[in-house]
């Protein structure tokens, strides 16, 4: 796994960066300095306004994304109280 990522279950893979765009960045540059091949991280607002994201494939197929760590989250798990607006 990625230094500052987190694994959360889903269909397709992802894994959580810590929150800053420069993250995702940062380990879309390393994968493909890496010989991955990561598309270009850029919003996706047809998932939601702040969705950032970097797709890549493993070599047994497996795709998996890297993701910010979009604000609706960092409310729900660091403001409990802010919750119950959402």
Known sequence: M???TTVRARAAPSLL?????A????VARELREAGVEATEP???PEYAPDYYATFFEAPDGMRFEVMNFREIR????YDWEARAGL
């Open 42 to 44: 850029r919003y996706y």
């Open 74 to 77: 960092r409310k729900v798990r």
């Open 2 to 4: 990625l230094p500052g």
């Open 23 to 26: 993250a995702v960045d940062r």
């Open 17 to 21: 960066a810590d929150g800053r765009r």
